[in-house]
């Protein structure tokens, strides 16, 4: 395993002194994590550890946490569930770390939750979904914006009701993030009396959709609700061009990872027109709170020296937001006290650039906060369009709001 260090950066300290500065003879706060360096998770991972490296720099540069400097402990996890058991292990029994981040979303997060558990250790989540529902750790706090697990698809099919919708198919990945998604999807059909005519999963390994997409509009869904992984967002959202779905569909996506990344949004360009999908933050007029534009200026500039995805509105501010609960715990308590700072952050609303976030016994956000958007008037072959607001028109929740839906899904997409 390699490891990759990362040290704050350069503190100037003046004659006038500093109102906090760091204690260089006490040793550096570590904090240990896996991220996905490589592999299919790869895209995500490395702007989710650029922005919480822009927060090490940020909280270094004000004096550290406590007086000590962070430091980040990471290992490339490779997108693998697989790695990630041994390299928490390695980070608690060899590199004594002080606090664990978990890796990017779920599949890697997974298999490490009964290790911090048994441990009785702190762990600040990082976009997996329902890993804790059944180790049920009460030190595990997700920076996701799920809220309570039926909320997302909720959300998706209410817009879809309310457009008319009554049946719905759903179209997932044999994985453990999509499926559980669409086993709470289907809960939520029920309580809404919306009959599913279709449902398929398909192997991870899929990559033509094309008859499996034939077949979906074979059976005349009024909303298809799908949860798939990034390369299979791209896979079927080609096919959908291809063959069309059909104008009885009057909402088209969901739950599909990938369209949120700037690469994979650059490469499909107007084929993401019509399609409403899940996402975390977007530069919306309602999405700005105190250091958000201060955060993307330092993470814009950064991440085309990093070569990481030049938006970053997924991930990176949430990474960011991690750092940012642990520093005002931390202060707050005034110890780095791994059940005080769990304590504190059941306790209390805390602020950050992606909101104000609370969260229940389970560790999960109290409210929804997760974004429902269309994508409009999109062009090929242009990443800046997606800087400006209105390109991708938030939905839901009402108190962030930017327009109503375009529907049926066909003349949306045109």
Known sequence: MKRRTFLGGTIAVTTLGLASRVDAQQPPIKIGMSMPQTGGLAGGGKASLLGIEIWRDDVNAKGGLLGRKVELVVYDDKSSASETPAIYSKLLDVDKVDLLF??????????????VKQRGLLLMGNFSFQVNSKVQHDMWFNNAPWGPPDSWPDSFLEIAQKAGAKSVAFLSADQEFAQNLVVIA??????????????????????????????????????????????????ILRAVNEIGIGDNVKVFGGGMVGLQFGAVMENMGSLLNGVVNYNSWLPEPKMYYEGTKEFFDKYTKRAVEAKVDPLGYYLAPFGYASGQLVEAAVKAVGSFDQKAIAKYLHEHEMQTIVGPMSFGPDGERKENAVLQAQFRGIVDKNIEQFRSPGKQVILFPEKLKSGDLITPFEAARK
């Not at 978990?102 to 290790?115: D, E, K, N, Q, S």
């Not at 991870?204 to 949860?227: G, M, N, Q």
């Open 102 to 115: 978990a890796p990017y979303a779920t599949v890697p997060t997974a298999p490490i939750m009964p290790l």
């Open 186 to 235: 289907r809960e939520v059909a029920k309580k809404r009396n919306m009959p599913v005519v279709f449902d398929q999963a398909y192997p991870p390994s899929t990559v033509e959709f094309s008859s499996i997409v034939r077949a979906l509009k074979a059976a005349k869904p009024d909303v298809v609700y799908v949860s798939s992984y990034p390369p299979d967002s791209a896979g």
